[in-house]
């Protein structure tokens, strides 16, 4: 009875506890235990009491519990599982007044929501280290900084990208790193929008790159930002190849468009206009003008605006080719057709260029005999081989050019008229660039800009006194002169040099431009607008231009096409203006 009194008064001092608490005796019985063991346990007191504690508790190293019971010594932070549960007990041995362990009490806490936080840290930890991982194993570059636009974290790709260490970021605006644009980490914290595909250049090394940033916003917080940034140096470099293979395919085809040809004088734009014109028809076109006026650059133009733009583009030059192998380049051979002949023979250029376009340059220059075989060509439209008989029709637009004077040739006996008129279908006079003065700038940004590319030189500036050389001289060699003088300034200038200055300009053409000059203005009777303050620009211009019409036409004793041919114009247009000046 007495017994009983104790266990419950025993029960009830346990029951005050927060813990659950289960003693057990020398057998690892159940003996006693209080509310909150029931209650974590879920059991009922009649499947605890006088049960072993492992049936009622899953103890991980029953050991602990036995050395407890034999040593008297207390055991803490022992972990236990209960169903689901995870909790610590501490086992504090129970000692008679005789010194004797009689048993033990397990005072059990329940740590389930503590083990949930440690599985938590445990996680972010795993987090971490994947993504530290990430960021060490990334090509791209990271780089994240805090709501106030300071770097916090940088991956090493960042720097092999951009060149800047920790120390130049860390702790530091986002702006120190960027050296050509605007930081996009402080636009995003500003308007907290993702950007994307931003090119900019970074670093001391100027690198090119895109980077996407995006804001990091926890709990609706501004946090910060992350910035993924792409090194697009290695692409640029390749599509810097890409275009210059291109521009090598193009040359085997038409390289040129009409975009190619620089200019914006009256002239120049005519002749565009004639051209584009010819694209649209399958015309035959010849073009005159003098030697290193644009005529090839027209002729890739028409081609490439033409129907036939998918087909080839057979380029011609007709001097270049011995005159005793032109006419089997051009129509090819039939096998044993002389001494040294492909087997099987060989097809021309009429026959590569079909379903395209055949450029005969300097066609002014092909003997009698060639041209007659090229009249029935043009007539006929068929070939036949070298040493053949068998007529092969070709579909083939033609382009001629010349900057012979072919009416005179006519005139002499070495053109045959028939084939002038046969190729004078759609005629288009490309204007030398003497007459044409008003281009220079364009055309000199355009070649410096080509040559600064070619030279793998840059420059930045033209000074004005060069472009008055420029203007002053009359470029006989016309662009392709000026494109020479222009090579050759950029290779006098020293490599740091980017200003194109007067003493680059080779001597001899200062020499002649200042002589030009000089003539220019004294060759001229002074038109009467001396002392005549009132006469407008455009009286004044057609003075003069009535002035030099006179002069030319004294100097060709009347020959209207030699006297065109000298001032770089039609004939038409010649007559045109004679008729305006009332000279006709
Ligand atoms: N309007 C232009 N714009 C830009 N470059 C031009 C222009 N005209 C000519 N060029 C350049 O000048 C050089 C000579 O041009 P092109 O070979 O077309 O002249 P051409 O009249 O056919 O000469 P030739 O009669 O000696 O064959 C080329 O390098 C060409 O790219």
Redesign the pocket.
């Known amino acids: 009875m007495q017994g009983k009194f104790i266990h419950d008064t025993f029960k009830e001092i346990l029951n005050t506890i927060n813990d659950a608490v289960i003693a057990i005796n020398k057998t690892s019985t159940v003996i006693v235990f209080n509310n909150e063991a029931e209650k974590i346990t879920g059991l009922k007191a009649a499947n605890m009491l006088g049960k072993p504690l492992s049936n009622i508790v899953c103890v991980p190293s029953p050991q602990v519990l036995q050395t407890v019971l034999e040593t008297g010594s207390p055991s803490l932070n022992q972990q236990l599982l209960i169903g689901n549960l995870t909790a610590v007990a501490n086992y504090i041995p129970l000692i008679d007044r005789q010194g004797k362990t009689t048993g033990a009490a397990a005072i059990i806490t329940d740590v389930t929501s503590l083990s949930n936080l440690e599985r938590q840290v445990i996680e972010l930890k795993e987090t971490r280290s994947l993504l530290e991982a990430i960021l060490y194993a990334t090509e791209d570059a990271i780089t994240v900084v805090n709501e106030k636009g300071n770097g916090i974290l940088i991956n090493p790709a960042y720097t092999k990208i951009t060149g800047l260490t920790e120390a130049d970021v860390i702790n530091k605006p986002a702006s120190v790193a960027v050296t050509e644009g605007e930081s996009m980490h402080l636009k995003v914290l500003q308007t907290r929008q993702l950007v994307r595909g931003v090119r900019l250049k970074m670093g001391p090394a100027k690198k090119e790159v895109v980077v996407n940033v995006a804001p990091i916003i926890m709990d609706g917080i501004l946090r910060g930002s992350v910035g993924v940034i792409h090194d697009i140096s290695e692409i640029m470099h390749l599509s810097e190849e890409l275009a210059n293979v291109k521009k090598l395919i193009r040359h085997l085809q038409a390289k ?1 468009t009409f975009d ?4 914006e004088s009256e002239p ?1 734009k005519a002749a565009i206009a004639q051209a584009r014109h010819a694209s649209d028809t399958p015309a035959t076109v010849l ?1 005159r ?12 133009a028409i081609h490439n605006v033409s129907g036939r733009s998918k087909g080839p583009f057979v380029r011609v ?1 007709c001097v270049a080719i011995a005159e005793s192998l032109l006419e089997s380049e051009l129509f090819g051979y039939e096998e044993g057709a002389f001494t040294g002949a492909t087997r099987g023979g060989k097809k021309g250029y009429f026959e590569d260029a079909s379903d395209g376009t055949i450029f005969l ?2 066609i002014g220059d092909i003997n009698l005999a060639l041209q007659a075989k090229l009249l029935r060509v043009l007539q006929e439209k068929e070939i036949i081989r070298v040493g053949g008989t068998r007529p092969i029709p070709v579909n083939v637009r033609v382009i001629a ?3 012979a004077n072919l009416e005179q040739r006519i005139s002499e006996g070495t053109f045959r008229e028939d084939l002038y008129y046969r190729l004078n279908v759609v005629p288009i006079f ?1 204007p030398p660039l003497r007459v044409r003065k008003d ?1 220079i700038p364009l ?1 000199t940004a ?2 410096v800009k ?1 040559l600064e590319h070619e030279y793998k030189r840059k420059i930045s500036k033209i000074s004005p006194a060069v472009f008055k050389i420029f203007m002053n001289y009359d470029w006989p060699g ?3 002169e ?2 020479n003088f222009i090579g050759r300034t950029i290779i006098k200038m020293d490599k740091n040099e980017e200003i194109i200055q007067t003493r680059h300009v080779p001597e001899f053409l200062i020499k002649r431009s200042t002589t030009q000059l000089y003539n220019t203005i004294s060759r001229f009777p002074k038109p009467a607008t001396e002392g005549r303050q009132e006469e407008n620009l455009s009286n004044i211009l057609d003075m003069t231009e009535k002035n030099i019409l006179l002069e030319t036409l004294q100097k060709t004793n009347g020959n209207k096409t030699k006297a065109a041919n000298l001032l770089g114009i039609a004939v038409r247009s010649l007559y045109y203006k004679m008729e305006k000046h009332g000279l006709a």
């Open positions: 040129y190619d040809i620089i200019g120049i073009l003008g003098e030697s290193g006026t644009g005529k090839e650059l027209f002729a890739h030059n340059d300097e050019a010349t900057n490309v281009d055309l355009h070649l080509k016309n662009i392709r000026l494109e």
